[in-house]
């Protein structure tokens, strides 16, 4: 166990619809990363937050957003749900960007869109 | 941009053998080079990272791994493998930090590692 946590598990919602993906970071970890896993994709960085601030954005869509809450936990909204949007979505956390330092995953929220 | 390639999507292994999962890398400037492994209907775990320093470092689970700057290689060892090493392994590479700039992780495709019995 990581020590982070996502919620939901799975979620299934169809096409044009808008969800929500939470997470918990580990105990005492400033920053937060999302990450889609997909079959064609692979592993990509979406995007980064560190102490409630954007910090950084990779292969994100415009379509979807972030934000950090000051009990660090983070939210990743998904809206206008494409068919192609089906995926793993992972978050990790580690002590603070900038450093060395590993980031751990959560278990993720497999989003499956009709 | 940074890239990592992991020329074998699949590698079979007998138990008790030696094992080598390769992984080549792009980056500029020194890199961050990490090893994570990923089980069946789970998240990634943190196996081993390179940072700097000895080229040979070890990490969870008797794996090791070999950082060779000259072939940009960062190979995952072990020197026995078990059946229940079998999963799903990713190398991801990071550019070293500018002040406090984007730190998140590129990764390779995968390759799937199979123990035999």
């Known amino acids: 166990d990581s020590g982070v946590t996502q919620t939901p598990k799975h979620l299934i919602t169809a096409t044009g619809q808008r969800v929500t993906l939470r997470c918990s970071p580990r105990?005492?970890?400033?920053?937060v990363y999302w990450y889609q896993q997909s079959l064609d994709q692979g592993l990509q960085f979406l995007i980064q937050?560190?102490?409630?601030?954007?910090?950084a954005k990779g292969n994100i869509l415009e379509r979807f957003s972030a934000q950090q809450f000051p009990d660090l936990h983070s939210e990743l909204n998904l809206s206008s749900l494409e068919l192609g949007d089906s995926a793993l979505y992972f978050c990790?956390?580690?002590?603070?960007?900038?450093?060395?330092?590993?980031?751990?995953f959560g278990p993720g929220t497999r989003l499956t869109v009709t | 941009a940074q890239s990592v390639a992991q020329p074998e999507d699949q590698v079979n292994v007998a138990e008790g053998n030696p094992l080598t999962v390769k992984c080549t890398y792009s980056?500029?400037?020194?890199?961050?080079l990490f090893w994570y492994v990923q089980y069946p209907n789970r998240g990634l775990q943190f196996l081993l990272k390179?940072?700097?320093?000895?080229?040979l470092v070890k990490g969870s689970y008797g794996f090791e791994a070999e950082f060779n700057k000259s072939q940009t290689s960062f190979h995952l060892k072990k020197p026995s493998a078990l059946v229940s090493d079998s999963a799903l392994y990713f190398c991801?590479?990071?550019?070293?930090?500018?002040?406090?700039?984007?730190?998140?992780?590129?990764f390779g495709k995968g390759t799937h590692l199979i123990i035999q019995p």
């Open positions: 980056v500029s400037g020194n890199p961050y």
């Open positions: 390179y940072i700097t320093g000895d080229n």
């Open positions: 105990s005492g970890d400033l920053s």
């Open positions: 937050y560190y102490n409630g601030e954007e910090r």
């Open positions: 991801a590479v990071r550019a070293p930090p500018k002040g406090g700039g984007a730190d998140g992780l590129t």
């Open positions: 990790a956390s580690s002590v603070t960007p900038g450093r060395a330092y590993e980031q751990y």
